[in-house]
């Protein structure tokens, strides 16, 4: 995988691609045979024996009495079918997750609490789970004369991604220190807003290089993505981060595991088909051939339903 400092390699997206966003077509790709939608998993959690409290009962227990909670929650991946089973409602192709759990107008769809007792946590935006990525590729090669060579854009927006001109970084890591005098010192430098105003703003460092950050876009309507080439075979493996370029290594140094961003777009070089991750949709789109969308919609890891071209993703059964 390297960095492409020429991004005219997916020019022909934007000329698929819808100006506003009345459709899915404001980011998918027109003009393939058929497409289907991948959603991605919300997270379920169980208290054995009773149901989860809310947030506001949680902050008046007394404290060993949360300690004692948070150590017996139950964290599992749950299926958007799952959670219309919880709530009520039904799943279909087109389902929003607000409407799936019947998320109150007051309330954001982070978290909600099902009849059950269980908590719903929302699906992850923008990008599929690194294994549920890995078993979705697999069937991607199964498609493309070119599995060995294509295109993966990131979308710049995303947090500590690039390097720029600032005061500050885009993100911090937590330090532990024994020297309070020290630790203070962190504090100070870091929440000054006086003395920040007078600061000359300096290079902060990205995941990407300096040359990346400061390099050209593929822009697609209302936003600009880092193009790679990648060949989509890479995907396949669920090891893919070790081997991506914007692995972020810095997380890592100070604990984290190895992560690194999801493709936003992956396409291969003969366009058989193309997969778009939305950053602010909560399931992955792919455009293809017709036996490829079936492929995908047979997998048991993965919950997927074929939408027609045109499709609006607003839930119109759920109400």
Known sequence: ??????????????????????????????????????FHPA???SLPGRAVPTAEELVRM?????RDLMDRFVDEPATWAQTATAFGTVLHPLAQWLRIARTPADADGQALIAPDGREFIAPMEGELEQDLLAALAAHLVDHTQTPDAGFAALWEGRGGLLGFFGITPSRGFATISDDPNHQAMLDRSTRDPFNNVFRKP???EGILSREISEGPRLPLTDRNHVLFSAPPSAFADPDWVLHAPWRDRVAEEHGFPPSAQGPSILWPEDRAWVMVSEVDFDSTIVAGSPALI?????????EAF????????ADTVNR
Not at 306 to 313: Q, R, S
């Open 294 to 302: 079936e492929a995908i919609c047979a997998d048991e890891r993965l």
């Open 306 to 313: 074929p939408i027609p071209e045109g499709a609006a993703l």
């Open 1 to 38: 995988m390297e960095w492409m400092s020429d991004p005219s390699a997916g020019a022909w997206l934007r000329e698929r691609l819808d100006a506003g966003h009345e459709t899915m077509h404001g980011v998918v790709p027109r003009g393939f045979p058929a497409y289907v939608r991948v």
């Open 202 to 204: 300096t290079w902060q």
């Open 43 to 45: 997270i379920v959690r």
């Open 62 to 66: 007394p404290e060993p009495e949360q």
